[in-house]
C-alpha cells in the first residue's frame, strides 16, 4: 500500500483504516503526500444488498477490491467509523480532466451508490483568544522581552497585578507618564534625605528609573513596556550617597508585607580587588526577610551579578554570593556573555542585557526614554519582573519555592561553551549562566502546580585541618540547594588564589577564580562562599575542598536543602 496516499486520506478525513484498526501519521508527512497526490484520491460509499452491520470487513473487502478491479483503482481503505465508505486512488498520471470522468465511471457502476473526488479545504480555528499589540514606540525595539518569552504569558491576562516591587536604588521618577499609573507612594522612602520623597535629585539619578520603567512601565504611547505592566512599583533611594549598614538594612527590609519582591542592581565596587559582605543588620534584613516578609512566605531579594568581567568574580560579593538572593547574570543578544559579565557559582540564571552592539530600551528621568541601559543591572530588574508575574499566579510560593522555578524554567544558552556540565541530579549549570536564561512562559507554567518545597534543613560539618586538600564526610541525606563554604586561609597574594569544592557526585564548582587585580598579601577570613552548582543532588558522601596559590587554616561546609 502507498504510505503517501494513506497519509493523504489522513489529513481530508482525520483518520483512515486499512483494518478496523484507524491509523494516525505525523501531519507534516501528510500535508506533504497530499501535495503530491491532490486530485487523485475518491471516496466511495458502496451498494450494499444486505445492511452493513450483517456483513464482516471481509465481505466489504471484497466488494471494494472487485470495484477497484473493474475500474483499475487501488482501494486505500475504509474511512474510520464509516464501514461501507472506502476510499481509492487512481493509477498511474492523469490529465486535469480524467479524475471527473472517473468520478463518473465510479457513480455508473453497480456495486457503488456514490462517490466524490476528495478535496483539501482550510478550516480556520474560531478561538476568542486575541493576540496583543502594543502602542509603545518602543516596543518593537526592545528585542529582550521576545528573549524571554513574555507574549504567551501577557496573553493569558499575567501581568503582574497584585504584586509590588520595591526598587532599592537611587530613586524613581515616578512623574513619568510610564511609571506614575503603577507607582505607589505607601512602601517608598528616600533614605538618603530621610523623607518620604524618593525622587531622584541629583543629576546622575538615573539609574532607579530606568530599572523600573523595565518593570512596570504601562502600555500606552510612550517609551516601550514593561515585564510586569500591571505590577506596582515602590522606590527606595540609597545610592544617591554613601550609607551605613543600618540604612541599608532598613530599605531591604521596609514594609516587607507590602512589598514582596526587592530588585537590587547595586553591590560592591566591580574593581576585581574587593572582597566584601553586608554588614550584620543587612544580613539580619535577609534573614528575617525570607522568614517573616510576605506573611511568612519570604521576601524575593533579586540581585545583580556585577559588571567586574572576567577579572573579578560575584563569589567575593556577599550580596550576590547569598543563600537568600537570587543572582542574576547577563547574556547579550547574540546569545553569549557580554565582556562585562562575571564567573560565580552563585549565579542562578541570566537574562538579557547589553553587549558592545546593543542596548536595554526603557523609561528615562522627565518623562525621557533611552536605548542605552544595560549591564547587570539592567538584568536583575527584569528577573524582578518575570517573577512578579509567578506570584500573581501562585502567590504562596516561598522565596525557596521561587529560587526552584528559577532553576526550572532555565534554558541553556550557548551551548558550545566548554563550561557547561551536568551535575549530580541532572541540572544543566554553568559559572557564567547558571542553569540558563530565564524563560517566562515556562517559569509561569511550572509555578501554576509547584508543589512547595518542605522547611529547609541545614547540616554543617567544621574542619580545623589546615592544607591545600580539606576532607568533610556527611552523613545526613538531604536534597541539596545550596551549599556554602566559610574558609580562612593565608596567601602570598590574595588574588592568586584559587578554590574548588567537588561534591560526592563529582560536580566540580569552582568558588573562587583568579583575580590579578587583588594583590593584597591578606588572606580570607572566615569569608563564605555560595555554589548552587548542586542543586538537587544528595548530601551524603566525601566533599572535598582544593585550594591552589593558599593554604586553608580553617573551615566548614554547610549544605541546605530538604
Known sequence: MNLSLLLLSLSLLAVISISPVPIALSAEVAGEAAAASKGRVFAVELELQADVEQLSDAELDNLALQVAGDLSLEMIGPVANFRDVYLFREKGVIDSGHPRRMEDRLQSHDKVKWAEKQVLRSRHKRDSEVTLSFADPLYPQQWHLQTLNLLPVWEQGIAGRGVVVSMVDDGIDYNHEDLAPQYLADGSYDWNDNDENPLPRLAEDIHGTRCAGEIVAATNSVCGIGVAYEAKITASRILSAPISDAVEASALSYKN???????????????????????????????????????????????????????DNCNYDGYANSIYTIAIGAVGRDGVYPSYAEPCSAHLAVVPSSNTRDGIFTDNIHDGCTGRHGGTSAAAPLAAGIIALALQVREELTWRDV????????????????????????????????????????????????????????????????????????????????????????????????????????????????????????????????????????????????????????????????
Request: negative net charge; charged residues 20%.
Open 403 to 562: 529560587q526552584w522555578l528559577v532553576i526550572e524554567s532555565a534554558e541553556k544558552v550557548d551551548p558550545g561553551s566548554r563550561d557547561w556540565k551536568m551535575n549530580g541530579a541532572g541540572y544543566h549549570v554553568h559559572h557564567m549562566y547558571g542553569f540558563g536564561l530565564l524563560d517566562a512562559s515556562l517559569l509561569v507554567e511550572k509555578a501554576r502546580n509547584w508543589e512547595l518545597v518542605p522547611p529547609q534543613k541545614k547540616i554543617t560539618i567544621y574542619s580545623r585541618d589546615p592544607g591545600a586538600e580539606v576532607y568533610f564526610e556527611v552523613d545526613g541525606v538531604i536534597t541539596l540547594e545550596h551549599v556554602t563554604v566559610t574558609l580562612s586561609t593565608v596567601s602570598s597574594e590574595r588574588g592568586a588564589a584559587e578554590f574548588e569544592l567537588i561534591s560526592p557526585a563529582g560536580t566540580a564548582s569552582l568558588l573562587a577564580t583568579r583575580r590579578p587585580r587583588d594583590t593584597t598579601r591578606e588572606g580570607l577570613s572566615g569569608w563564605t562562599f555560595v555554589t548552587v552548582h548542586n542543586w538537587g543532588e544528595e548530601s551524603a558522601g566525601r566533599w572535598t575542598l582544593r585550594a591552589r596559590n593558599a593554604v586553608v587554616t580553617s573551615s566548614s561546609l554547610s549544605l541546605y536543602g530538604f
Open 257 to 311: 508585607q507590602l512589598n514582596h519582591i526587592y530588585s537590587n542592581s547595586w553591590g560592591p565596587w566591580d574593581d576585581g580587588a574587593t572582597v566584601e559582605a553586608p554588614g550584620p543588620l543587612a544580613q539580619r534584613a535577609f534573614r528575617e526577610g525570607v522568614a517573616k516578609g510576605r506573611d511568612g512566605r519570604g521576601s524575593i531579594f533579586v540581585f545583580a551579578a556585577g559588571n567586574g568581567g572576567q577579572n
